[in-house]
């Protein structure tokens, strides 16, 4: 996080450690791209290992403890536990906690759902889906009650009473994701004026880009986002969910911006076949996740030093110390020039 940024999830004005100071780094930083939570952190994380975060409508505290330890062993110093639409019964059993030698931390809950469009739902179940009701903002304390714990919560804004939400959740220190949506442009840009400040997994479950209309993908660029605001945006570097040339051009576009997410789902690691995701299978062909039958994406199996790699392969960054002095650059992921202290 550049300096006098906010932790796009916990909105502290640290780096991360909600409100903790940074424990020592490793020897080089990247350069404008946010590694959430220090370096190496795992938002968007559903489980991994075959242990979900929801299980029949319940929270495996083991499971939980499990997946805070492998976190942890792949380089996560904090993760958020993301919930799919329909689960709602599981947010109390999810608190936040601080890592240690026993875990990852968990900043809280990202809410992905139900608010979202049917027909950018992703892997979501359409049965779960839902509208805001008339008094849009009680019919979310409705369907999920107290939001002590939730550290994000994405929504559609093109939906009716969408900023209502908005603007009531970011009162209560809540981070608004737009995403899963619709939205043209102009949505977008009225959800951020109404206090959204991210965006959920850049160009998947959204309308494309298109020159007369960019959609949500215009934040990145757009004029009418409030002075003084950073709009971040989460993306999926696993090689699968986006292509290099999509990341380059998002990295290129709005720098500052950027947070690479798993996205991972419990299939990490168990290897080719069909598991489960909730209530329905996904099926695992190499590196990519598939609801069972379809060709439709179902989160990630790569864990985020693989995606963190394919940053590296794709972009170009700089490589500062900890006193933040260059000690290399990359251009479309060569190294071009390397400081002679850090060859050695």
Same mark, same amino acid.
């Given at each position: ?73 792949? &380089? =996560?110093?904090?993760?958020?536990? $993301? @919930? !799919? #639409?329909?689960?709602?019964? *599981?947010?109390?059993?999810?608190? /936040? ?63 009716? &009473? =969408?900023?209502?939400?908005?603007? $009531? @959740? !970011? #009162?209560?220190?809540?981070? *608004?994701?737009?995403?899963?949506? /619709? ?162």
């Amino acid at each position: 996080v550049r300096e006098g940024q906010s932790c796009p999830w916990c909105l502290c004005s640290c780096p991360c450690g909600m409100g903790a100071p940074s424990p020592p780094g490793p020897r080089g930083r990247l350069s404008h791209v946010l590694l959430f939570c220090h370096f190496f952190p795992t938002p968007d994380h559903y489980g991994a290992f075959s242990y979900l975060l929801t299980l029949e409508g319940t929270a495996s505290g083991a499971g939980l403890d499990w997946t805070r330890a492998l976190n942890s062993d792949l &380089g =996560s110093l904090t993760l958020a536990g $993301a @919930l !799919t #639409a329909g689960s709602p019964q *599981v947010l109390p059993q999810i608190p /936040v906690k601080s890592g240690g030698p026993h875990g990852a931390g968990v900043l809280g809950v990202h809410l992905e759902g139900p608010f979202i469009s049917r027909e950018k739902r992703g892997a979501h179940p359409e049965a779960h889906l839902r509208s805001f009701e008339a008094n849009a903002f009680r019919d979310v304390l409705a369907t999920y009650g107290p939001l002590d714990n939730v550290r994000i919560v994405t929504l559609a804004p093109e939906l009716g &009473g =969408s900023h209502e939400v908005i603007q $009531a @959740l !970011t #009162a209560q220190g809540i981070c *608004v994701s737009v995403g899963h949506s /619709v939205a043209d442009l102009q949505a977008a840009e009225k959800a951020v004026q109404s206090g959204a400040t991210f965006i959920t997994h850049l160009f998947n479950a959204m309308l494309p880009f298109h020159h007369r209309d960019p959609g949500i993908v215009g934040l990145l660029t757009s004029d009418q986002v409030p002075p003084g605001r950073c709009i971040f945006y989460g993306m999926i570097a696993d090689g699968i969910h986006t292509n290099p040339a999509a990341l380059r051009i998002a990295h290129r576009a709005h720098p500052q911006g950027l947070v690479l997410v798993t996205d991972a789902v419990p299939a990490l690691g168990l290897g080719n076949g069909r598991h489960t995701l909730g209530q329905q299978e996904v099926e695992v062909d190499g590196l990519t996740a598939y609801v069972a039958g379809t060709k439709t994406l179902s989160g990630s199996i790569a864990p985020m030093d693989v995606c963190v790699r394919h940053f590296l392969q794709a972009t170009d960054f700089v490589v500062l110390d900890d006193t933040l002095h260059v000690q290399a650059t990359y251009i479309s992921g060569e190294l071009v020039w390397q400081a002679e202290e850090a060859r050695l």
